[in-house]
């Protein structure tokens, strides 16, 4: 039984005892003890004092005195400040606590059982026109760690993906590549497939601007130069086919999205990142459609003379909002409708969470209201997980076109930069082959992006600094690895079973050591929060104020050249311990840890 609840227990009964009144679990509110006062655990008292009729510090006094008679064996002393009474608590609880705690590889999981509510969560969702950049390996990293956590709180959990897959951004790069492409393929250029089709986006935007100021050369006004350019003309034209299913321009479409996905997929991975089901623009904006016009005929949304059909959305405070134009074709929100029809009948959602950026809030406000208006059970709270920009420092690393940073630039460099810290401190890996300094490297580079990326709130636009971020000192993912990787090494030097016996438990830990089984023990309530708040980045914290506090111990105490062998065997398990939850808590964030750095 947990070290609270046997307190919680005990505090009921005295309360009784003394004061005659039942009183729930909620009253009995414990916490954990400033620093500045003797104790790990503090009960407040204020509650009974109502009972009591006695000042705070006597009440606390005579429950205190009454503790420590009833269970001698959790709590060793106590001191009262006011209305707060702080408990000692006995090492063997928080022996005992430790050892739970090791012996669950899962600990501060929840299972997910048949019974558990199904949450999807969507990210990523590119467009196919472009490599991905530095803003989606936010989403990515975000999505990713959102789903671990989700799940570590006992959800199910299904990753989804929406591709836009369609339209004109496409049909842009599909136009460039049949005039200035020469047949190019991934294979003829050794070119990755996604960047392949971003360069014939930029390239067709260049011709295009070419196109626009000739135009206005001549004398056109630009809004109608950018209308009447030969080249948007003839990619609207490409659309129309692509919508009446020409076999020829529905065949080079496939082809081209073949490319970006397989290019897609290799970033994926390098991401670390996966799907459990990715949807389609191409195949679900149709079924938005007929959602409109389901919505149309029961009075939800009313059509336009020029036969566009709108949702007036004035009393709910917000404007009027386009779901089919003249022509009938579909705008972006459509898609989302035919995308949540589709998800809801293949899996029975309860929550539906959104992780898409924050110039996005809007778009998501209405649909959250559209969705509920057409009968979606979840759509009313449906969750945008709304996050801010990511940028650069200056200057670092622009793309060709000078705007954005490219993901598969960003890491490659951040392995490279980890490849070359760590030649410096070659020596101290002896023996190790070119393919694990490798793997190391990966992790290492991995680790720093990810982690400087997850430990701020999503909310918040941030710059990401690679130099900062790839820092052994400090909190960074390479600190949090390396106090991992120097655990490790000392099980693997003790290279023997860790047990604890009867003398293990008479141990007597110093402050210091409790404090760090209390850590530990917090990781419970930090996936917790966590969870509750959508926010993986109280993982990151939690895991950098442990690794902080365990180096803390490590410094002070002796760990494998203890002579005293029940010492040493606590404090080998409470490294152990410690290790396993700094794996496990950056197993949530996607990050992984070496086993030698
Ligand atoms: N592809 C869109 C973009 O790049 C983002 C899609 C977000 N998800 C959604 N369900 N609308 O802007």
Not at 228 to 237: G, N, R, Y
Not at 322 to 336: I, K, W
Request: charged residues 25%; contains cysteine; proline residues 3%.
């Amino acid at each position: 039984m947990k070290i609270e609840t046997k307190i919680t227990e005990a505090v009921k009964a005295i309360v009784e005892e003394l004061y005659g009144q039942q009183v729930p679990d909620s009253m009995v509110q414990l916490q954990q003890t400033r620093p500045e006062f003797e104790g790990q655990i503090t009960l407040v008292v204020f509650p009974f004092t109502k009972m009591s009729h006695k000042a705070p510090d006597a009440t606390a006094q005579e429950i205190g005195e009454r503790l420590v008679e009833r269970l001698p064996e959790v709590v060793s002393a106590y001191n009262a400040v006011k209305g707060f009474l702080n408990l000692s608590i006995s090492s063997r609880q928080w022996i005992s606590l430790l050892q739970d705690i090791y012996e669950n590889p899962k600990f501060g999981f929840l299972p997910v059982t048949d019974d558990s509510p199904l949450v999807m969560i969507e990210y990523s969702s590119p467009n196919t026109n472009k490599p991905l950049h530095l803003g989606h390996v936010r989403n990515n990293l975000l999505g990713w760690a959102l789903a671990q956590v989700m799940e570590a709180n006992g959800n199910k959990v299904v990753k989804t993906n929406i591709v836009n897959d369609r339209g004109i951004h496409i049909c842009k790069s599909m136009l460039a590549w049949l005039k200035w492409g020469n047949g190019e393929t991934p294979e003829s250029s050794g070119k990755k497939g996604d960047h392949l089709i971003g360069d014939y986006y930029v390239a067709f935007d260049k011709h295009y601007r070419e196109e626009v100021k000739e135009l206005v050369a001549q004398g056109m006004d630009e809004e109608q130069a950018k209308q009447e350019a030969p080249l948007i003309k003839e990619a609207h034209e490409m659309l129309v086919k692509w919508e009446q299913n020409d076999p020829e321009v529905r065949g080079l479409w496939k082809k081209m999205n073949e490319w970006v996905y397989a290019g897609f997929d290799e970033t994926y991975k390098a991401l670390g990142v996966s799907f459990d089901k990715i949807y389609y623009e191409s195949e679900t904006y149709l079924e938005g459609k007929e959602k409109v016009e389901e919505g149309l005929a029961k009075g939800f949304f009313y059509r336009r003379d020029d036969g566009s059909v709108w949702a007036d959305l004035t009393k709910e405070g917000l404007d009027e909002k386009l779901l089919l134009r003249s022509d009938g074709t579909s705008v972006y929100m459509t898609q989302d409708i035919g995308t949540a029809k589709l998800r809801f009948q293949d899996y029975p959602i309860d929550k539906m969470i959104y992780v898409v950026g924050n110039e996005q809030n809007y778009h998501f406000q209405v649909l959250s209201i559209l969705l509920d208006k057409l009968g979606f059970k979840w759509g009313k709270d449906l969750v945008h997980f709304s996050y801010g920009m990511v940028e650069l420092p200056n200057g670092k690393m622009k793309s060709r076109e000078g705007t954005v940073v490219d993901a598969d630039d960003l890491i490659a460099t951040m392995i490279q930069d980890a490849k070359e810290l760590s030649a410096d401190k070659v020596n101290k890996l002896e023996g190790i082959t070119e393919q694990e300094a490798q793997e190391i490297a990966r992790i290492v580079g991995m680790g720093a992006l990810k982690y400087f990326i997850l430990k701020v709130d999503a909310r918040k636009n941030m710059l990401f600094n690679p130099a900062e971020s790839i820092d052994f000192n400090g909190n960074t993912g390479p600190f949090i690895q390396y106090t991992y990787a120097r655990i490790r090494s000392i099980l693997r030097k003790w290279n023997d079973v860790i047990t604890l016996d009867e003398k293990a438990f008479e141990v007597g830990l110093a402050e210091k050591e409790i404090s760090l089984i209390q850590r530990l023990q917090g990781f419970e309530a930090a996936v917790r929060q966590a969870g509750q708040d959508y926010n993986p980045s109280c993982i990151a914290n939690y895991c950098y104020d442990l690794v902080k506090e365990y180096n803390q111990f490590y410094h002070d105490f002796s760990v494998l050249k203890e002579e005293d062998e029940a010492k040493r065997q606590v404090r080998l398990m409470l490294s152990a311990a410690v290790s396993q939850v700094v794996k496990n808590g950056m197993g949530l964030l996607g990050i992984e840890v070496p086993e030698r750095m």
